[in-house]
T-cell receptor, first 116, second 118 residues
Framework: SAVISQKPSRDICQRGTSLTIQCQVDSQVTMMFWYRQQPGQSLTLIATANQGSEATYESGFVIDKFPISRPNLTFSTLTVSNMSPEDSSIYLC?????????????FGSGTRLTVV | AQKVTQAQTEISVVEKEDVTLDCVYETRDTTYYLFWYKQPPSGELVFLIR??????QNEISGRYSWNFQKSTSSFNFTITASQVVDSAVYFC???????????????FGKGTLLTVNP
């Protein structure tokens, strides 16, 4: 199955600043997904990133706040812009690795973001 | 819309007890996948199982077993002889097709926090 390297693993940021999270996959995948997990909550899909096209955002998430890049089939970034304490969450990227011998959706190890 | 309900918010057991985590789902799709993930305190999501909607066979993997019943839209997870290392949040999830294509996103339940005490 696919292996995902997600960076940074955690960060503490000042409000008003931006943080870019990177995900590198060890195999080529068509779709990458970005999720947010607020403290004590479940995971919510932010957007779906397809290589070579604009990301598709879920209701409640906008590109200005969460710009995504997908320059190739193994890499994607999510930026959390103009952060506020409400953005404190775990952010996870995910891929469907059934096409690469996996059994389902593999997740990165997550980025634990605290905004102060 | 898809929905996954994990009615048990928290469960606490003593080591070696068996424990069942409940999952009930709603979907209008005829083809879908169900998943269970484990999230230990470190935060990463660990894949446990995927089951497609056409395969209602129960599955056993070591101390883990899953009971999928389409008639009741349930996909329950049982841990036999629980261990302290099983302490984690467990999520049930349902795949649904994204609009306009065959790619799927996951809808997660709220999770069940399992604490296994020594």
């Amino acid at each position: 199955s696919a292996v995902i390297s997600q960076k940074p693993s955690r960060d503490i940021c000042q409000r008003g600043t931006s943080l870019t999270i990177q995900c590198q996959v060890d195999s080529q995948v068509t779709m990458m997904f970005w999720y947010r997990q607020q403290p004590g909550q479940s995971l919510t899909l932010i957007a779906t990133a397809n290589q070579g096209s604009e990301a598709t955002y879920e209701s409640g998430f906008v590109i200005d706040k969460f710009p995504i890049s997908r320059p190739n089939l193994t890499f994607s970034t999510l930026t959390v812009s103009n952060m506020s304490p409400e953005d404190s969450s775990i952010y996870l990227c995910s891929v469907d690795d059934t096409g690469t011998g996996g059994y389902g959706y593999t997740f990165g190890s997550g980025t634990r973001l605290t905004v102060v | 819309a898809q929905k996954v309900t994990q009615a048990q918010t928290e469960i606490s057991v003593v080591e070696k007890e068996d424990v069942t985590l409940d999952c009930v789902y709603e979907t209008r799709d005829t083809t879908y996948y169900l998943f269970w993930y484990k999230q230990p305190p470190s935060g990463e999501l660990v894949f446990l199982i995927r089951r497609n909607s056409f395969d209602e066979q129960n599955e056993i993997s070591g101390r883990y077993s899953w009971n999928f019943q389409k008639s009741t839209s349930s996909f329950n997870f049982t841990i036999t002889a629980s261990q302290v290392v099983d302490s984690a949040v467990y999520f049930c999830a349902l795949s649904e097709a994204l609009s306009g294509g065959s790619n799927y996103k996951l809808t997660f339940g709220k999770g069940t926090l399992l604490t296994v005490n020594p």
